[in-house]
């Protein structure tokens, strides 16, 4: 399948966690399409989006305008909202439903950082948990659906335990060595799967990587195409992977967690 959502360069994509609903978000736009008919439901063409989440009830979807900008976009009404605004860059975003907390990724040339806000309460605000800093300017985060985990990636996979921030397991250096010449080294698409027991991502190289969270050995890999360029998200039950190439091009995956590599 392909779809023009005419969003400029495509950032990336989400699934809405209940409604057969896609957010597909870029430089040009924004918009949310059916997942059936990949029609648009609602479409902005003015905000230049670099990340966005849905919240994880649904509700509403976390906007960064040109990096540093936040909107909350209301997903019943279409409304948008100002919602806080950064100095720097904002790379990555993640909902975190039972701590109430959203996990920032913020860039500049000194490196990244994550920092985390209360989401709860119409904006956001301050926590206790300590910040991390990365020697990275291409971090990104997911958090686990049942809200024990976060995993950072860039040139490696690291899995924390939430909201301790006691790293776990970092995965994926042999990989990431395999792949060093290439422009981008970085892995990318971090996820966890419906029950929070597998941990999912995109190596450099363009393959999908499965790790069992409580154990941290590799469950499935699926191979790639060699050209990593695409933006994945899960369905809501976990059971399709959704992918959406930087053309357009849309396909779903089935997945099957017993399988082995």
């Given at each position: 399948?392909?779809?023009?959502?005419?969003?400029?360069?495509?950032?990336?994509?989400?699934?809405?966690?209940?409604?057969?609903?896609?957010?597909?978000?870029?430089?040009?736009?924004?918009?949310?399409?059916?997942?059936?008919?990949?029609?648009?439901?609602?479409?902005?063409?003015?905000?230049?989006?670099?990340?966005?989440?849905?919240?994880?009830?649904?509700?509403?979807?976390?906007?960064?305008q040109d990096w540093t900008q936040f909107w909350l976009l209301d997903t019943s009404t279409f409304v948008l909202a100002p919602y806080g605004e950064l100095r720097e860059g904002i790379s990555s975003i993640a909902f975190n439903e039972s701590e109430g907390i959203v996990a920032i990724v913020t860039g500049s040339q000194e490196g990244a950082g994550l920092f985390f806000a209360n989401y709860r309460g119409g904006t956001?605000?301050?926590?206790?948990?300590?910040?991390?800093?990365?020697?990275?300017?291409?971090l990104?985060?997911?958090?686990s659906p049942d809200g024990r985990f976060l995993a950072c990636v860039d040139s490696v996979?690291?899995?924390?335990?939430?909201?301790s921030l006691e790293e776990l397991a970092i995965f994926g250096s042999d990989v990431t060595k395999a792949?060093?010449?290439?422009?981008?080294?970085?892995?990318?698409?971090?996820?966890f799967s419906a029950d929070s027991s597998h941990l999912i991502c995109q190596a450099p190289l363009g393959q999908i990587y499965f790790w069992h969270v409580a154990s941290f050995e590799l469950a499935a890999r699926v191979e790639g195409n060699g050209t990593p360029g695409k933006h994945l998200s899960l369905s809501p039950?976990?059971?399709?992977?959704?992918?959406?190439?930087?053309d357009g091009r849309l396909a779903m995956t089935e997945l099957s967690w017993d399988e082995e590599p």
């Open positions: 399948m392909a779809i023009e959502p005419q969003v400029g360069i495509l950032r990336g994509l989400d699934v809405h966690p209940l409604e057969p609903i896609l957010l597909v978000y870029g430089d040009g736009g924004v918009c949310l399409l059916d997942a059936a008919s990949l029609l648009p439901i609602w479409r902005n063409d003015e905000l230049a989006v670099g990340c966005a989440k849905f919240a994880p009830d649904g509700r509403s979807a976390l906007l960064a956001l605000g301050q926590t206790s948990l300590d910040d991390l800093d990365f020697d990275s300017d291409s990104l985060v997911a958090f996979v690291r899995l924390y335990a939430f909201p792949a060093l010449g290439m422009v981008d080294s970085s892995w990318s698409n971090p996820m039950n976990g059971k399709r992977l959704v992918s959406l190439d930087s």
